[in-house]
């Protein structure tokens, strides 16, 4: 598991009120929280990574990365308020790196073209996904109710699932995840 050093301004800010996490970071500290949300990428890309890894069937990799993700955003709250909500007030580098995140998670969703069949699909339909799940994900979190995130798998599967595999084998994925 990577560990955000003691001291870094990511270990403050996960540990400041939210009047703190507003104010602009600076110079050498900007450079520092960067530094420090890499690794907050790193551990959440990873874990999701690991889920999928187990996982032959892509229906069941997307599934597994979903729940892992979830999981670990109930588990530690601040983790996902700074990974999803904090970072947009960060500026434009943090943005980025944002940005470039939902990208790679999208890239993990391609192997679901291929189960699109004739269907055509939109060249950014994986990125469209993903930055759908975020922004319901984002929605939690700013709300507080991070430890509820898990109970959403069954919805945001099938946002993540109906652009390759239609709304009836989504729905189909949606049904067998709520049941257990």
Not at 8 to 24: C, D, H, I, K, N
Not at 80 to 99: C, K, L, M, W
Not at 153 to 165: G, K, Q, S
């Amino acid at each position: 598991m990577t560990r955000i050093p003691d001291g870094s301004r990511l270990a403050v800010w996960l540990t400041a009120g939210p009047e703190t996490r507003r104010q602009p970071l600076q110079g050498d500290e900007q450079d520092r929280f960067l530094a420090a949300y890499d690794l907050v990428l790193e551990r959440v890309i990873g874990e999701v990574v690991a889920a999928c890894e187990g996982e032959e069937d892509w229906l069941d990799r997307v599934r597994a990365g979903l729940s892992a993700l979830l999981r670990l955003f109930a588990l530690d709250p601040e983790l996902a308020r700074t990974a999803i909500v904090e970072i947009q007030a960060a500026g434009p580098d943090a943005r980025r790196r944002y940005s470039n995140a939902l990208s790679g998670l999208g890239e993990l969703l391609e192997d679901g073209r291929e189960t699109a069949g004739d269907r055509e699909l939109p060249e950014h339909v994986a990125l469209m996904a993903v930055g759908a799940v975020s922004g319901l994900i984002f929605d939690q979190l700013r709300a507080d109710r991070a430890e509820r995130l898990p109970e959403l798998l069954p919805d945001l599967l099938f946002v993540l699932l109906v652009p390759c595999v239609g709304p009836d084998v989504a729905a189909e994925q949606m049904r067998r995840t709520a049941a257990g």
